[in-house]
């Protein structure tokens, strides 16, 4: 059972564009949501998380959306850069790091 | 400070044989924990740890077995190697159980075949 479906799986974004990928979760209990970027040989990295309490965070190009009610959250990359081309993870948590639950991941390329 | 450091990088195995990945903090962390990554799925959590001395399940265990004899070592073990346990695996440790807080090593690649 994929609790947190992930789309879309591939993403090509010209330079200077927007680049938005999209997660959605099950489980009404999960109460952190963090993405990670992987680049290609090394392991993912914290990029960016929220939680439930707020619609939206925003830090430098980076800001996730956050819809509750639609058990919806989603990470915006404004004037997107070819070092941005990476594997996007979104996951939801609830209790720690035992109960963290990842998406399959979106890889994203950024063509200049 | 080298963070968390994974080796091997590669390793291919034959069925049946058994292997140790070994992994290592130099940040007195804690927690460690021990992931799979499978071709287009997420992170799997398969043992952590707690502290020297404390290991515990996670969500995929079965085949493996950890140890913990030190804060800054935790090596993941697997006995009698099988084409499933195909995968890049991630190492990961933080000072404290939340999840803001880990840091993930470089994986080793391991092929059973």
């Known amino acids: 059972q994929q609790q947190v479906k992930q789309s879309p799986q591939s993403l090509i974004v010209q330079k200077g564009g927007i680049s938005i990928i999209n997660c959605a979760y099950e489980n009404t209990a999960f109460d952190y949501f963090p993405w990670y970027q992987q680049f290609p040989g090394k392991g993912p990295a914290l990029l960016i998380a929220?939680?439930?309490?707020?619609s939206e965070k925003k830090e430098g190009r980076f800001t996730i959306s956050f819809n509750k009610s639609a058990k919806q959250f989603s990470l915006h990359i404004m004037d997107s850069q070819p070092g941005d081309s990476a594997t996007y993870f979104c996951a939801a948590s609830s209790g720690g790091y035992q109960k963290v639950t990842f998406g399959i991941g979106t890889k994203l390329q950024v063509i200049p | 400070n080298a963070g968390v450091t994974q080796t091997p990088k590669f390793r291919i195995l034959k069925i049946g044989q058994s292997m140790t990945l070994q992994c290592t903090q130099d940040m007195n962390h804690n927690y460690m924990y021990w992931y799979r990554q499978d071709p287009g799925m997420g992170l799997k959590l398969i043992y952590y740890s707690v502290g020297a001395g404390i290991t515990d399940k996670g969500e995929v265990p079965n085949g493996y077995n950890v140890s913990r004899s030190t804060t800054e070592d935790f090596p993941l073990r697997l006995e009698l190697a099988a084409p499933s346990q195909t995968s890049v695996y991630f190492c990961?440790?933080?000072?404290?159980?939340?999840?803001?807080?880990?840091?993930f090593g470089p994986g080793t690649r391991l092929t059973v075949t």
């Open positions: 990961a440790s933080s000072y404290s159980k939340t999840v803001e807080e880990q840091y």
């Open positions: 929220i939680r439930p309490d707020v």
